[in-house]
């Protein structure tokens, strides 16, 4: 079992940044897997960005050059730095985790950029 916590979501002008973070119950190196996926009501949840335990990253074309994920590999947290916010990126953005199988999801953070 593994639980995943976000934190760093809000309100920002388009052209601006905010950074989450994602803390799980685990060290990284025990996820196969950790990262964020976002939805908006109405639609279903798509994956914004996910890095390996081996360190690869794959990131949705809509958010490639503007996103970057990081992480604390000595502990247990990673970070998503969004540049050049759009309008368009404004969603719930689910921290996510796979270990052994499972998949654990947080509970969201909501991330809402004007215009």
């Known amino acids: 079992q593994v639980q995943v916590a976000e934190s760093g979501g809000g309100l920002v002008q388009a052209g601006g940044s905010l950074r989450l973070s994602c803390a799980a119950s685990?060290?990284?190196?025990?996820?196969?897997?950790i990262g964020w996926y976002r939805q908006v009501p109405g639609k279903e949840r798509d994956l914004v960005g996910l890095v390996a335990n081996t360190g690869t990253t794959k990131y949705a074309d809509s958010v490639k050059g503007r996103f970057t994920l990081s992480r604390d590999t000595a502990g247990n947290t990673i970070y998503l730095q969004m540049n050049s916010l759009k309008p368009e990126d404004t969603a719930v953005y689910y921290c996510?985790?796979?270990?052994?199988?499972?998949?654990?999801w947080g509970q969201g953070t909501q991330v809402t950029v004007s215009s």
């Open positions: 685990k060290t990284l190196i025990r996820l196969t897997f």
């Open positions: 996510y985790a796979d270990a052994r199988g499972g998949r654990y």
